[in-house]
């Protein structure tokens, strides 16, 4: 196993917001190797923190001791096309895993903005996409391989550990090193695409016949403005008409990064413009529809960087919550520049899942980099907090293992099986001890 420090120790998230310096790497190339790594841990009373792909806001990746990175894991990849079971190394990024799908004619039932992910990263802050009958990517997970805090190798599925299976499919890596993943999917299918331009007023007045109306529903509310953008995906037959996504070019990446990103840093420069910069945005994309493979609909680039909180609300919220971000956004010393996206889940049986026991409507807020956001942020929070809302695990938010545990009926279930897997707190950190306690 590759085992190096101090060259490549430092790291930093996809945000630049969290940053660390690791006292070694360590790159296993088998799960044996993972095994053997974590025994030699507990013997040095050391911790590790796997990591993916730097994905995360918050700094529930941020190695303070021993950093793992799966990437040279290389477990078997199994394909059972007729069962429609993939099983895959656990550190694989999404954007093969789809390519890999895609050429056996399989793919992903959803998937969320972006496929820079790895699937363990994702699975373990419960990353979702949007959809009122999909739950969060973990609800694809058929089974898994974890290694302990002990060294001891699990494969955890409905019928083997089902208790280590409800809990480690979202777990934030403090349970252990998942090695492998076993996803449920589906045949290969094409997406009709149709985004347009609409009053927020008559978005929320038509919001159940939108979400149930459609596979994929989804909308962005422009700040300063009563105008949002909204995106259906919808399964069509694969021979279907295709209806090239024409205007690529200028709406995903012109307008979505290169035009967004001259905005922001016009609104940088001077903040009193933002309100016109986002009434212009709202203005400037028009409807089109389009068709295409599933993932490469789903899943688009984001190169302007900025940070994010989530909140996963009770359905029934979301209009009252987003009342209270538009006053929010209103009374800010500062200007919000990016718009507020809001999306759908069904609900799910995993322990520490956002969408746990209840359908969800997500509610994320942004702030492009560099910008002021911790009052927005935490202004929101507060709202979405008194709703019952659940932040996701992978995003700013500032709760912690206190007032998070009533949000969650299993909470202390999966303390308990944090403690039984992991005794000698190999896979804690203080982010960790933050949002589950000790
Ligand atoms: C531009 C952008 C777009 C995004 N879009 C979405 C979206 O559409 N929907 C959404 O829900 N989220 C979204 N996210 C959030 C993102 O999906 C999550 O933060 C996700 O966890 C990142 O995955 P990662 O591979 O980068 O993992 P990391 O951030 O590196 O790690 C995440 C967690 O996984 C754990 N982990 C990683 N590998 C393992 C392993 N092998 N075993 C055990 N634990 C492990 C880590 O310890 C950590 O707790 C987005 C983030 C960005 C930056």
């Known amino acids: 196993m590759a085992r190096t420090a101090p060259l490549d120790a430092a790291w930093t998230n ?53 950093r793992m990175e799966l990437t040279d894991l290389d477990t078997e990849v199994r394909i059972d096309r007729d069962r429609h079971l993939v099983t895959v190394p656990a550190g694989m990024p999404l954007r093969r895993l789809n390519a890999l799908l895609a050429a056996n004619g399989l793919a992903m039932p959803n998937l969320g903005d972006i496929d820079a992910q790895t699937i363990a990263g994702a699975i373990s802050t419960g990353t979702h996409g949007t959809g009122a009958a999909y739950g969060c990517l973990s609800t694809f997970v058929e089974a ?9 190798v699990l494969r955890c599925s409905a019928g083997e550990h089902p208790d280590v299976f409800a809990a480690a499919r979202v777990s934030l890596g403090a349970l252990g090193v998942l090695t492998d993943v076993t996803l449920r999917v589906v045949d290969a299918f094409v997406l009709r695409a149709h985004e347009r331009p609409a009053p927020l007023a008559e978005v929320l007045a038509g919001l ?99 940070t994010e909180m989530e909140y996963a609300l009770p359905r029934a919220a979301l209009p009252e919550a987003l009342a209270a971000v538009r006053r929010i956004v209103d009374g800010l010393p500062f200007k919000v520049q990016f718009p507020v996206e809001v999306r759908f889940t069904a609900a799910d049986d995993i322990w520490l899942s956002h969408g746990y026991g209840r359908d969800s409507a997500y509610l994320a807020v942004h702030q492009y980099v560099g910008r002021p956001y911790e009052p927005y942020f935490r202004a929101v929070e507060e709202v979405a907090a008194d709703l019952g809302g659940r932040p996701h695990w992978g995003k700013l938010h ?5 007032s998070l545990a009533p949000a969650y009926p299993r909470f202390a279930d999966f303390q308990r099986l944090r403690t039984r897997l992991d005794p000698n707190g190999i896979f804690t950190s203080p982010h960790l001890t933050t949002v589950l306690g000790h």
């Open 144 to 152: 898994l391989t974890l290694v302990t805090g002990t060294g001891e």
């Open 14 to 66: 996809w945000a630049g917001n969290q940053r660390s310096t690791a006292t070694a790497v360590l790159r296993p190339r088998t799960v044996a190797d993972v095994a053997e790594a974590v025994r030699a841990a507990v013997a040095a009373g050391a911790r590790i923190r796997p990591v993916g792909s730097g994905h995360s806001f918050t700094a529930v990746a941020r190695a303070d001791d021993r």
């Open 208 to 306: 159940p016949d939108l979400v149930a109306g459609h596979d994929h529903f989804e909308f962005y509310w422009f700040p300063y403005t009563d105008r949002v953008q909204v995106k259906t995906n919808d399964r069509v037959p694969a021979d279907n008409r295709p209806l090239p996504r024409w205007r690529g070019w200028l709406d995903d990446e012109f307008l979505s990064n290169t035009v967004l990103g001259g905005a922001c840093r016009l609104g940088r420069a001077a903040p009193g413009l933002v309100p016109a910069i986002s009434a212009v945005s709202a203005r400037a994309l028009t409807e089109r529809t389009y068709t295409g493979r599933s993932d490469t609909v789903f899943c688009t680039p984001r190169r302007v960087r900025f």
């Open 398 to 402: 500032w709760r912690d293992a206190e």
